[in-house]
């Protein structure tokens, strides 16, 4: 098992170019999530999809859109990036009863 | 509100020393509890976690964690520290009755270990 990929692992934008994180778990989970971490600010959650076919906002939703394609993916669009969007992204994915299944991160630089 | 605390941003250890991560929590729910390790440029990975039962529980790399419900603290132990444990750790909680798994995290404490 592969557990959680994510692409790419790095990216560079300029200020109000577009891109879409993609994010795959191959454990059958029903949840997957969004954060982003920032130095001293833990990781934060921008967006949640408890099961296929819901998507919910979580923390820190402004300037990003989901999209939970199917069971497996759930993707994160940045429609007009902002520096302020320069972070580290990961998707996590979980089943009740057991902990959050993290991806590698995705390295984002909006200049 | 709920939230989690580890108050202690940065800890120099020496290697061979004991070492005491500390976790404090404020949640409605009852609480399901995690600590989380992240090496440089890398994911998260699960040290440990606490559903219920006995309250030191055991996780890896000869981690190990106490729930103190009365204190609303989950502090991260280890009684030789190695250098290969430089990193830094997240606290999270979430609850046990949630359905959307929704997880809490603290801000993380970096760990320097000295030789």
């Known amino acids: 098992n592969a557990g959680v990929t994510q692409t790419p692992k790095f990216q560079v934008l300029k200020t109000g170019q577009s891109m879409t994180l993609q994010c795959a778990q191959d454990?059958?989970?029903?949840?997957m999530y969004w954060y982003r971490q920032d130095p001293g600010m833990g990781l934060r959650l921008i967006y949640y999809?408890?099961?296929?076919?819901?998507?919910d906002k979580g923390e820190v939703p402004n300037g990003y859109n989901v999209s939970r394609l199917n069971k497996r993916e759930f993707s994160l669009r940045l429609e007009s990036a902002a520096p302020s969007q320069t972070s580290v992204y990961f998707c996590?994915?979980?089943?009740?009863?057991?902990?959050?299944?993290f991806g590698p991160g995705t390295r984002l630089t909006v200049l | 509100a709920q939230s989690v605390t580890q108050p202690d941003i940065h800890i120099t250890v020496s290697e061979g020393a004991s070492l005491e991560l500390r976790c404090n929590y404020s949640?409605?729910?009852?609480?399901?509890l995690f600590w989380y390790v992240q090496s440089p440029g890398q994911g998260l990975q699960l040290l440990l976690k606490?559903?219920?039962?006995?309250?030191l529980v055991q996780g890896i790399k000869g981690f190990e964690a106490e729930f103190k419900r009365s204190q609303s603290s989950f502090n991260l132990r280890k009684p030789s520290v190695h250098w290969s444990d430089a990193a830094e750790y997240f606290c999270?909680?979430?609850?046990?009755?949630?359905?959307?798994?929704?997880?809490?995290f603290g801000q993380g404490t970096t760990l320097q270990v000295k030789p």
């Open positions: 996590a994915s979980h089943v009740h009863g057991d902990t959050q299944y």
């Open positions: 454990m059958n989970h029903n949840s």
């Open positions: 999809s408890a099961s296929e076919g819901t998507t």
């Open positions: 949640y409605g729910a009852t609480p399901y």
């Open positions: 606490y559903f219920s039962g006995d309250t």
């Open positions: 999270a909680v979430g609850a046990l009755s949630s359905n959307t798994g929704k997880l809490i």
